[in-house]
Nanobody
Framework: QVNLVESGGGLVQPGGSLRLSCVVSGFNDDYYVIGWFRQFPGKDTREGVICLSWSEGSTAYADRPRGRFTVSGDKAKKTVYLEMKNLKSEDTAQYFC?????????????????WGQGTPVTVSS
């Protein structure tokens, strides 16, 4: 059974940084990708932010965080990180990681099979 656990969210001032972690368990190999998504307050939908494929590298989706958010991973620790810099109030959201089998990242959250519980990020002074 695949399990994803996010951590690292919190309150940060505008211009600050945070690193979110997603610990993955349940896969026996690296034939999966991890996508990061966010859900804004009061919204039902989740926006694809960025994705990591162990073989294909990273793919950024959302325009607003582009250049400020990066994704990386540690295979040995089965952990994927979302590094967020120069945070803005518009980045305030619940952040989720999700997994899907294969080597290809997808932007559509419906293409992902397993989700973590999410971690909140609040950017405010």
């Amino acid at each position: 059974q695949v399990n994803l656990v996010e951590s690292g969210g919190g309150l940060v001032q505008p211009g600050g940084s945070l690193r979110l972690s997603c610990v993955v368990s349940g896969f026996n190999d690296d034939y999966y990708v991890i996508g990061w998504f966010r859900q804004f307050p009061g919204k039902d939908t989740r926006e694809g932010v960025i994705c990591l494929s162990w073989s294909e590298g990273s793919t950024a989706y959302a325009d607003r965080p582009r250049g400020r958010f990066t994704v990386s991973g540690d295979k040995a620790k089965k952990t994927v990180y979302l590094e967020m810099k120069n945070l803005k109030s518009e980045d305030t959201a619940q952040y989720f990681c999700a997994s899907r089998e294969g080597h290809v990242c997808k932007r559509d959250p419906a293409r992902y099979d397993n989700w973590g519980q999410g971690t909140p990020v609040t950017v405010s002074s």
